[in-house]
T-cell receptor
């Protein structure tokens, strides 16, 4: 069975501090992994996908298949980063069914 | 137009009522989704439509009835709901269901309260 685990419900940091939101997954095949973000009063939107290997708003995430992790990192947090962050998994290739499975979410709070 | 639009934003209904939630997108996406989100919980998939055909039904009770009348519209018909069905219902779309790296575009949701 596929599962996504985000161990922290709340992560609180000061502005300028590094941020790491943890995500671990369990899936025996080859997964696609995503980070979605929901800012206050806004819709859920895609932040990053592992296959793109891009940096968005200073965030990066690397897929570590050995540790089955896809942690989200940013070297210097900004107040506008405060939001709910969801890690999500989807099966890839011929097993892809379009079904996206979300972790429980981590609220990031960046204090001034 | 790069948005998914959901109506109504808020809906209050009794357990004997029949109502519908509507979702619209004009991005040419051929996959559309209904998710249910309870407070402080992640979205949970309910249904997936691919090319206007039901592709996935996550064992959702029959009091929820989805409909995809054309490639731009997705409805969720509600009948004889229970108070525990109160939640935020999110619609999403993507280019295709099975395309790798396909991004989901979400609407703002319809907040449903069942009395």
């Amino acid at each position: 069975a596929q599962r996504v685990t985000q161990p922290e419900k709340l992560l609180s940091v000061f502005k300028g501090a590094p941020v790491e939101l943890k995500c671990n997954y369990s899936y025996s095949g080859s997964p696609e992994l995503f980070w979605y973000v929901q800012y206050s009063r806004q819709r859920l939107q895609l932040l990053l996908r592992h296959i793109s290997r891009e940096s968005i708003k200073g965030f990066t995430a690397d897929l570590n298949k050995g540790e089955t992790s896809f942690h989200l990192k940013k070297p210097f947090a900004q107040e506008e980063d405060s939001a709910m962050y969801y890690c999500a998994l989807r099966r890839s290739g011929s097993s892809n069914t379009g079904k996206l499975i979300f972790g429980q979410g981590t609220t990031l709070q960046v204090k001034p | 137009d790069t948005e998914v639009t959901q109506t109504p934003k808020h809906l209050v209904m009794g357990m004997t009522n029949k109502k519908s939630l509507k979702c619209e997108q004009h991005m040419g996406h051929r996959a559309m989704y209904w998710y249910k989100q309870k407070a402080k919980k992640p979205p949970e998939l309910m249904f997936v439509y691919s090319y206007e055909k039901l592709s996935i039904n996550e064992s959702v009770p029959s009091r929820f009835s989805p409909e995809c009348p054309n490639s731009s519209l997705l409805n969720l018909h509600l009948h004889a709901l229970q108070p525990e069905d109160s939640a935020l219902y999110l619609c999403a779309s993507s280019q295709r269901e099975r395309v790798n790296t396909g991004e989901l575009f979400f609407g703002e949701g319809s907040r449903l309260t069942v009395l």
